[in-house]
């Protein structure tokens, strides 16, 4: 299953974004021998639109332009349901393994996602009520991915 991110706004150069490129490298590395393969990850420009609701409106339309047909969809958004990393592991795997296609994961922009985008999604998923910066979030995510293939494939990296 072929897994993209797709990011509204920017990660700029900087310690976030080489420990982000760092994990996303070795998830690359290692999800083909668990079927999971990274597609990369496409940034989307923040709307400059002058409402909030246009705002995310226009965002929404980018990203759904960017997903590919039949493709899952997860959301992160402080709303959404708190998973454990194996919990992670195991919805991703499920979606393997019913012969899902690909996977895009889905971090918004400073309002968040839009409402139409969010019914359409298969899970929208929090890393903890608070919000978080989109560097670190994108950080904490490529840490996930590669997480997930480690849990999936057995290696010691993750510990219960």
Not at 96 to 116: M, N
């Amino acid at each position: 299953m072929h897994i993209a991110i797709c990011a509204v706004g920017r990660m700029k150069a900087g310690p976030e974004r080489d420990l982000a490129d760092r994990y996303l490298e070795r998830f690359a590395r290692s999800g083909p021998a668990v079927g999971l393969e990274f597609s990369g990850v496409s940034e989307i420009v923040e709307s400059r639109a002058k409402s909030t609701d246009e705002r995310r409106r226009e965002e929404s339309r980018r990203i759904a332009q960017m997903r590919p047909e039949g493709a899952a969809l997860f959301l992160l958004d402080e709303r959404g349901r708190n998973l454990t990393s194996r919990q992670l592991s195991e919805v991703i795997a499920d979606l393997r393994d019913q012969g899902r296609r690909s996977l895009t994961i889905v971090i918004g922009g400073p309002d968040g996602h839009d409402a139409e985008l969010r019914q359409a999604a298969d899970r929208t998923i929090a890393f903890g009520a608070q919000t978080w910066p989109h560097q670190i979030v994108r950080l904490m995510l490529a840490e996930q991915l590669y997480r997930t293939s480690t849990i999936l494939s057995g290696h010691p990296y993750h510990r219960d």
